[in-house]
């Protein structure tokens, strides 16, 4: 497809990033009300976590499938369905009756949040020439910021005065309004093969390496990393993963072409997404135990300040999205990365009582750099990936995303259970109650400070790893051009 013209794009443009801003306010404003959940549904607090597990492992899982699939047969219908999906599932998710059913119904959430998230930026590129690429992404990433600050705020607001019910209806409205505008909006994109080739074998191997990844990740604290249970998973995680690789390696029309490890620049931002993801995700997550638990502070004081590590990328999204344009990808993502950086290292100096300026000038520089860094790596990998590969490759650029993510909120568990018993940490965290003691609470900010401290190395090993990516810019890639795919 060639790239549109006038506002046709612009008007592409906005519905996929709707649709981005729909699917984070979801996940934000989910996270508010867990504790009107809990006491709505008389649930455990088990099962109010899998409401957020089992929507991350779900859209997890389906990104490359997803991705694959809008390859064979296009992407316009499967992403419309995205919307229909989500709003199902949140209508569902809001007459629950039972934390079990509320668990299934934000699965097929994440299905919907699945499509969402993989064929949006595919999309954006088919829509948008190459040299207007970072800027569209930009603007696309935005949709995130804005979601991050309007779903707490509007949470907060709807659970006060309508019910905890109300935070998952509110999506439902717009998420037909999307769907409905998509169908007039989005260009035609009909079936792009005579069969379905898909790679069911390959599907499987993968959904159950990811799948047991992810569960290990999310319940290894719980069930002990050594214990019979996650050795055994860790097993068949292994033996899945070597099966799927070499089902890959011989497959006709594989579910992952795995040619496109063979693009350096590919190669580097799949590592540099990971490790960055692993860096920055569990900021918020630590914080909240840093201010909530450490410092007793109310979850309204956390929220405001936590405003911003989000508010300053309103800004530099656009900037960076424009300067990967100008002068390419390659410095845009690694001055990212080095604020990111400093910006996490500076929160490891955090002090044992309230500052403003020790909490909000560090986010700021991350929020900052974290608008130079995303649009440049997610133009960088849709430039560098072939027009029929593109859904494949942007969903396992998410896929590598949420992994890190998840591999992120799992070392922070580590660090925040080493100064408090598992079940106070989670406590802590849903903004139940503070730690127990004064002991515990210089315990708990000494744990976040650590912990911060670690995850500075992430965006140290990030940067080295993204050194291949200033080769594909001097190869030619800073204009937009497609450098030789081949290391």
Same mark, same amino acid.
């Given at each position: 497809m060639k790239p549109l013209t006038g506002g046709a794009k612009w008007s592409v443009l906005g519905v996929t990033t709707f649709g981005a801003f729909i699917a984070n306010v979801d996940a934000t404003i989910v996270v508010v009300a867990l504790p009107a959940i809990l006491s709505g549904l008389h649930s455990t607090i088990a099962t109010l976590l899998w409401t957020i597990t089992g929507y991350m492992l779900v859209s997890t899982v389906l990104l490359l499938p997803l991705g694959k699939l809008s390859d064979l047969v296009g992407r316009k219908t499967l992403f419309l369905w995205g919307f229909i999906v989500f709003a199902a599932g949140s209508a569902l998710a809001g007459m629950t009756p039972s934390g079990a059913l509320l668990i299934a119904f934000r699965c097929?959430?994440?299905?919907?949040?699945?499509?969402?998230?993989?064929l949006g930026t595919p999309i954006i590129t088919e829509a948008f020439p190459a040299s207007e690429l970072g800027f569209a992404l930009g603007l696309n990433s935005l949709a995130w910021v804005l979601g991050s600050l309007v779903g707490p705020v509007a949470g907060g607001i709807l659970v006060a005065t309508l019910g905890w019910r109300s935070v998952f209806y509110v999506t439902v409205p717009f998420s037909l309004v999307a769907a409905i505008a998509g169908w007039f909006v989005l260009p035609a994109s009909g079936r792009r093969t005579s069969r379905l080739a898909m790679d069911w074998p390959g599907l499987t191997l993968f959904t159950v390496a990811l799948t047991l990844l992810l569960l290990i990740l999310t319940e290894g604290l719980a069930w002990g990393w050594l214990s019979p249970r996650v050795l055994a998973l860790g097993?068949?995680?292994?033996?899945?993963?070597?099966?799927?690789?070499?089902?890959?390696?011989?497959?006709?029309?594989?579910?992952?072409?795995?040619?496109?490890?063979?693009i350096a620049a590919f190669r580097a931002a799949q590592t540099v997404v990971t490790l960055t993801s692993i860096g920055f995700f569990a900021t918020t997550f630590l914080l909240t135990f840093y201010l909530q638990g450490g410092l007793g502070q109310s979850p309204l004081t956390t929220g405001l300040m936590l405003i911003p590590l989000?508010?300053?990328q309103l800004l530099s999204s656009p900037i960076g999205g424009r300067l990967a344009d100008r002068i390419g990808s390659a410095w845009p993502i690694l001055w990212g990365i080095a604020g990111?950086?400093?910006?996490?290292?500076?929160?490891?100096?955090?002090?044992?009582? !309230?500052?403003?300026? @020790?909490?909000?000038? &560090?986010?700021?520089?991350? %929020? =900052?750099?974290?608008?130079?860094?995303?649009?440049p790596l997610s133009s960088l990998v849709m430039k560098v990936s072939p027009r029929e590969r593109l859904g494949m490759a942007s969903g396992l650029f998410f896929t590598f995303r949420n992994i890190g993510f998840s591999l992120s909120l799992t070392l922070a568990l580590v660090f925040a259970e080493t100064s408090l018993p598992p079940a106070e940490a989670v406590?802590?965290? !849903?903004?139940?109650? @503070?730690?127990?003691? &004064?002991?515990?609470?210089? %315990? =708990?900010?000494?744990?976040?400070r650590t912990a911060f401290l670690w995850f500075a190395l992430a965006f140290g090993l990030a940067i080295v790893a993204g050194i291949p990516i200033l080769r594909w810019h001097g190869a030619g890639g800073a204009a937009g051009t497609k450098a030789p795919a081949q290391t």
């Open positions: 097929l959430q994440g299905l919907g949040g699945a499509a969402l998230s993989a097993l068949v995680v292994v033996l899945s993963a070597v099966l799927f690789v070499r089902r890959e390696m011989s497959c006709g029309e594989p579910l992952f072409d795995l040619r496109l490890f063979g989000s508010a300053p990111l950086g400093l910006g996490v290292l500076w929160l490891s100096r955090l002090p044992d009582r !309230l500052s403003l300026v @020790a909490v909000g000038l &560090p986010l700021a520089l991350m %929020a =900052l750099a974290n608008g130079f860094y995303w649009p406590r802590v965290f !849903l903004g139940i109650h @503070a730690a127990s003691s &004064p002991t515990m609470a210089l %315990a =708990l900010v000494h744990a976040v």
